[in-house]
């Protein structure tokens, strides 16, 4: 994906005041509007100042993509860093996406979510604000409360965009999913007259994890095995987010073998399973001792792993 440099499309400095931006869009929407500019290319010319005028004279969204731009190069290789937008707070709410027909790539991936849906008719109630964050898995199995900072832009009095900081305590419910919200009533923005405020929706994201991957509402382990409990059968300890399970390993079992947990996965009404993924690991022969079991255990068992693929006669 292209980054795509909105200050160098609207031909201003990265410190241009609302109003050079303004005067910038006006004069080059003047000149490359498809109405005026009859050139092939200037229909996408003005969908590209567009898109550059909606991110740079909103000061969230202009915010959000200097926070992104820092560093980054030009080229088709730029993708945004996982997790770039958590706890960053936007206005309007994540499912207010307006039409993204002409719209880059790049804007789609930044700010599709947060796109609002057009103006409101009366303002009276304020606008209700998103954001996402990251919590651990665990928080779904047992529930929890997390202090979570949030940075909203907002204008100083110089006119400047600055990022002001809040910290809030949130009520992680149990049970709760990836993608998920969790509505924080009247966190939003303040009300005119005597509107109430808007509410604040937190996305939920669970933080990457070492040990356990994340499937709707599945749980996925790999529990590492020694070549005789997959032979033999063994019981052994599996880790869970809601703690050590004894688990069975059948007899003659192998790489790649799939066993089940039901209802050990994320909580709910109808609960996810828990899958432990089996993975043989061999003992390392690392002495004399070991090689001669390795070179015993060839000689007694004379196994073929490649007979099943055939081969010439």
Known sequence: MEFKDYYKVLGVERTASDDEIKKAFRRL?????????????????MQELNEANEVLRDKEKRAAYDRVGQGAQGGQ????????????????RPDESGDAADQSAFFEALFGAA????ARAGPVRGQDHHA??????????????????????VM??????VLEERTLQVGIPKGIRAGQQIRLTGQGSAGFGQGPRGDLYLEVEFAPH????????????????????????AT????????????????????????????RGIPGKTPGDFYVMLELVLPPALDDRARAAYRQ?????????????????
């Open 77 to 92: 290789d730029f993708q945004p860093p996982p997790g770039w937008n958590s706890g960053f707070e936007f206005s309007g």
């Open 297 to 313: 255990m060839a000689s007694d068992l004379a196994f073929d792993p490649r007979a099943s693929l055939g081969g010439d006669e």
């Open 210 to 233: 070492a040990t356990w991957r994340v499937d709707g509402r599945d749980v996925y382990f790999t529990l590492r095995v020694a070549p005789w409990e997959a032979a033999l059968g």
């Open 132 to 153: 996402k964050i990251v919590v651990p898995l665990e928080d779904s199995f047992q529930g929890a409360t997390r202090e979570i900072t949030l940075h909203s832009p």
């Open 156 to 161: 100083d009095a110089a006119g400047n965009v």
């Open 115 to 118: 796109r609002r849906g057009g």
């Open 29 to 45: 929407a003047r000149k490359h509007h498809p109405d005026i500019n009859k050139a092939p290319d200037a229909q996408a010319r």
């Open 236 to 263: 052994v300890d599996v880790l869970t987010p809601d703690g050590t399970v004894e688990m069975n390993v059948p007899a003659g079992s192998q790489t790649g073998r799939k066993l089940r947990l039901r209802g």
